[in-house]
């Protein structure tokens, strides 16, 4: 296993699930002036080109270094969006770079074994990245963490540039000298030889007439130890060795399902590698989330070294070409079942099955031999992302995780069928199996001392302030998932310094983001309370990682969290209650945000009633959120009707719009108080333009 190829792939692996990140909330920018469908159409052209440059690379004459291009472009374009801001346009050509990079270097690499090894290294390096800033990647981060991510970057160039060519998997002129040599590749003296002494020190199997049968079985048929006609065809074609260093042959591009990758890197931007996901759906602490993800891929790197393919040990038996890739595509449907429509727990044992049998499935589609699906390979990527989130404004015509499911049959089926280099058999080398841990994951367990750092910088616990029962201030905001409305940056801090400004007593968010694409992949949530160092109430909706979120450092109680009705929909919504302690008196928060269609009237008005179902008369309570109704329309009607007070209209600022920032023409952000309250103060914060909404701050009295 070559440790400067590990290195490489884990790298590029590392920034590449970075710049997909990065292009969610650009991508999700342009729908607004493009449209929805233009916006996806130009996200389908961007990412169908990964796919064409592998597909080109053998193609490419030898006098071009393809995979050096690939990379150096890939570092112009992250230090010009360092330089000058990211831009769609820069972030978008270093992705598509970042990807094609990444699926030459994976096909290029010793043996699959060691490719996948490197993308689940990768994976821990990028998860520990994460953990140190709190799921906001560097790319959007502050400087520090920017100049970091780009010195990992230029390592990454360094790499590429000075990487020998051993690393690789050697050019047709390295397989036909081995070839008329009769050295590694070829020669029945040679791999009678090999197998002898692996028999004598407990080799591949352990047993010595089985190592002597499959060796000469190879040696006679060009199987599974070299074979000099093998050999020699693939000095021809370039099938399995014949990626050269940067040779431009025919071989140079290797071989392998690379359209595999691309659905890997899908499940890696949902599921795998998404903390914040993890973090909402099952309700854990999201440092231990990132802790478990990390354990996870350690695991699963030493199970990739225990298969039976070309850079294993052979220590897990599989006696056919159907087995591994089954009980693989079988493992990531039941697993991603688990994690999207589970709960608690079960939700990290879903993740943690996903990602075992994706390593399978990777595994053996690269050690797969042919290239067919070359040209799909950006796509598989991008086409289960966008889907899954445009399903929120154009519903789809099935629950958008299907999607998923879907996807993770194909990456199932991707790994089966026969691959080169594969003994068979059902002998368990129990040797093998307790053999002790890589290099690399030694290595690599010291990622955990980023989400124990993590946890350890977490605000301190204090006790809840006691507030009075006068000039209770309380901040309602539309977020619109912690990226910004001009830029599309994801940019949390801006929340958090927008918030710490005025100082309030309670904070009610709305579309409030943790791990959706479209949200750069951040748990706004958790970031806005370590931040402010108010500990929150989460209300998910949509997939769960959409919804509505509750901050304040005063006693909290009765937590109460619900669906609201989905009527004309087009997105499943959720409001959260909560019981506030004030001075020995209590104050019932109530948030929500209601569906945003104009003509979804009659489902706002299903929403409202929902809500104030939720009301006890007996105690003071405020309603508060995105409310998506003009005052002119009929919904204010079922508040005021009732007896409740709008704090706008009330303190004479009923003129003020609330929405959109850029150029504000109506009024949809709403508090509204029960009899028992009296509003002395309003504001709309018409200087913060980070959302699309200005937030609204309301200072209360309990009568």
Known sequence: MSRRSLALVALLFAVTAQLLRACGP????????????????????????????????????????????????????????????????????????????????????????????GLLAGGVVDLCIRSLTVTWDPAWGQLPSRLGMTALVLVLLLLVIGRPTDDLRGDATFAATDTKTGGATGGLRDDLTAAATAAKSGGATGDPRDDLTVAATAAKTGGPLGGATDAATDAKTGRETGAGAETGSPGAAGTGRTWALGGYLALWTTTLGNPAFAA??????????????????????????RLTLHGGTNAIPEPDHWIAGSAALAGMVGGLVLAWWGTGPWVLLGIALTQLSATVAVARATAAPGNRGDWAYGLVWVLPVLLFQVHYDMPLPFDNRWLLIALGVALGFAGMGRRPLHPGGWRIDLRGLVARPSPATGVLVLALLGPALMYA??????????????????????????????TGRANPRQLADAIRAVNPDVVV???????????????????????????????????????????????????????????????????????????????????????????????????????????????????????????????????????????????????????????????????????????????????????????????????
């Open 26 to 117: 650009l991508l999700d920018q342009l729908a607004g002036p493009v449209g929805i469908v233009n916006a996806a159409l130009i996200a389908l052209a961007i990412f169908a080109v990964p796919g064409v440059l592998v597909m080109a690379a053998p193609r490419v004459p030898s006098r071009i270094p393809l995979l050096t291009a690939t990379t150096a472009g890939l570092v112009l374009a992250w230090s010009a969006g360092q330089v000058f801001g990211l831009s769609l346009a820069l972030t978008a050509a270093g992705a598509v770079l970042a990807m094609a990079a990444l699926a030459l270097t994976v096909r290029r690499a010793a043996d699959p074994v060691t490719a996948t090894v």
């Open 280 to 305: 909402s759906q099952s309700g854990v602490a999201l440092q231990l989330c990132v802790a478990v993800l990390i354990v996870v891929l350690l695991v699963a790197i030493e199970l990739v070294r």
């Open 457 to 486: 910088t977490r605000p301190p616990t204090t006790d809840p302030v006691v507030a009075g029962t006068v000039d209770v201030k309380v901040l309602s905001w539309n977020v619109k998932y912690g990226r910004d409305d001009a």
């Open 509 to 703: 968010l709305q579309e409030v983001s943790r791990g959706w694409a479209i949200g750069g992949g951040v748990d706004v949530a958790e970031y806005l309370s370590r931040e402010l160092g108010m500990p929150f109430v989460w209300s998910p909706a949509a997939d769960g990682q959409f919804g509505n979120l509750l901050l304040t450092r005063l006693p909290i109680s009765g937590v109460r969290t619900g669906s609201l009705p989905y009527g004309q929909g087009p997105m499943g919504r959720s409001y959260l209650k909560a019981t506030l302690g004030l001075d020995g008196r209590s104050l019932d928060v109530i948030t929500a945000h209601l569906t945003h269609r104009k003509p979804n009237t009659p489902t706002r008005l299903a929403q409202i009633d929902e809500l104030v179902a939720q009301v006890d008369p007996a105690v003071p309570t405020l309603v508060a959120g995105d409310f998506n109704f003009w005052p002119s329309w009929p919904e204010q009607r079922s508040f005021t009707g009732a007896g409740w007070v709008s704090a706008q209209d009330v303190t004479g600022h009923g003129a003020a719009w609330t929405s959109p920032t850029d150029h504000p023409t109506n009024r949809v952000d709403w508090v509204f108080g029960s009899p028992q309250l009296a509003f002395t103060d309003f504001a709309v914060l018409n200087g913060v333009t980070s959302s699309d909404h200005f937030p609204i701050l309301a200072t209360l009295t309990l009568r």
